[in-house]
């Protein structure tokens, strides 16, 4: 009888299940690798292979993830789910969004933060432990699986939901290339963001992958920026910058700033110039991708009004600079960007507006 492998489904190797397939013969390896990435299937439903081998496969390979609930907005084209880590209990989120002519699924790589923005949920709750690869790659799968059931197909992935991808970096590479081989996403459709995490975003230069990346910037002067996204008191915007341009010089893949705007605090016509002078600094130009902030329980200040988060735009097209307004999605089911906290407990901000 074959040792039975301690991995989670989606940890496990090539290796390590034919390993556990023992003297079936070679073909079968690709029929469950198969099932597992590309159809998407419970080991129990791969029936290309015989049943035993299926409850063999069951009980060898558990799954990672564990539903707790899902909620659904958007007239039924954003879903938040809620899962339980088997390892440990703790409770992570996902979102999937789907559009006219594609989804793109918003998936966690740490549960809980150590970044402490005071104005995103998840930093409030703060951190727990970091994820497996695994149970990246599994938050995946299960948001093809659900878009598959409604004949749309999964083409894009975002590590932009709970934690600090790049301080995790190892477990998300091992993720980032399980996705690109085995479930067949194109790189160029695979974005990784990072409040500014300075020697990932140099190790994620030197991978061989040209994934996008998308850099949580939220204000382009480091006093300002010290109190939104502490961690630039130890990565100061000048370095940051800097290893921005390493990344474009070595991937020529345009980078994204993340802008969060927040009523009276980064929305004035001095942020729209020092963001513009940052976008450009870089070449090719970073975007600026807008959004509104979003309620959260532990961050009373407010959001840009719509119609201004609209005059800021056009301030730094004027400026030379695109910038996209970002629709929030999920808002009224607490998915939308900040407000994962998979119903942890989250701590008031006492923030002080910096001038």
């Known amino acids: 009888m074959t040792e039975k492998l301690i991995k989670s489904r989606y940890d496990a190797s090539r290796e390590e299940i034919a390993t556990l397939l023992g003297d079936a013969p070679k073909y079968r390896l690709d029929q469950v690798w198969q099932g597992l990435y590309t159809e998407f299937q419970e080991p129990l439903g791969i029936t290309t292979v015989s049943k035993d081998l299926r409850t063999r496969l069951d009980e060898a390979l558990p799954s990672s993830l564990v539903p707790v609930t899902s909620s659904v907005s958007d007239r039924g084209d954003t879903t938040k789910f809620l899962w339980q880590l088997a390892n440990g209990g703790h409770k992570i989120e996902s979102v999937l969004m789907h559009y006219a002519d594609r989804a793109t699924v918003c998936v966690s790589t740490q549960a809980g933060c150590a970044m402490a923005c005071g104005f995103c949920a998840t930093g409030q709750a703060g951190f727990t432990r970091q994820l497996t690869s695994g149970e990246i790659v599994e938050q995946v799968v299960h ?90 008191k130890r990565y100061p915007i000048e370095d940051l910058m800097q290893a921005c341009r390493k990344y474009l010089a070595k991937k020529n893949r345009r980078i994204s700033f993340e802008w969060a705007l927040i009523k009276d605090v980064n929305d004035t016509p001095r942020d729209a110039r020092e963001l513009a002078k940052l976008c450009k600094s870089l070449k090719p130009s970073a975007h600026v991708n807008l959004i509104p902030l979003n309620p959260t329980p532990g961050y009373l200040t407010k959001g840009t009004a719509p119609e201004d988060v609209r005059e800021f735009a056009m301030q730094l097209e004027d400026l030379g600079v695109n910038a996209t307004v970002r629709r929030n999605r999920g808002t009224d089911i607490a998915a939308a960007c900040g407000q994962l906290a998979a119903g942890q407990p989250v701590t008031l901000s006492s923030r002080s507006v910096v001038g």
């Open 143 to 232: 948001a093809a699986r659900t878009s598959a059931a409604r004949d749309q197909r999964l083409a894009n992935v975002v590590f932009m939901g709970m934690g600090e991808p790049l301080a995790n970096e190892e477990a998300v590479w091992q993720a980032v290339t399980r996705i690109h081989e085995a479930i067949g996403i194109s790189a160029r459709h695979l974005t990784i963001s990072t409040v500014g995490i300075i020697p990932g975003i140099n190790t994620l230069a030197d991978r061989p992958l040209p994934v996008n990346l998308a850099v949580s910037l939220h204000a382009a002067r480091n006093e300002l920026r010290n109190e939104l996204v502490p961690i630039n």
